[in-house]
């Protein structure tokens, strides 16, 4: 394989790994706060 070709598909591979990553804290941040605002205990926004 060529090297350029071999970089590329490495920075393609970081790349594609960088989303997945964030979408994936996205995701798990999101659920997070839905569920602290579902089963509201001390921290909740319907508080204030």
Do not use: D
Not at 17 to 42: D, H, K, P, Q
């Amino acid at each position: 394989m060529n090297i350029r070709r071999k970089n590329r598909l490495w920075i393609a591979c970081a790349v594609l790994a960088g989303l997945a990553l964030t979408i994936g804290l996205v995701l798990y941040c999101a659920a997070l706060e839905y569920r602290s605002l579902l089963y509201a205990g001390g921290n909740s926004l319907r508080q204030a």
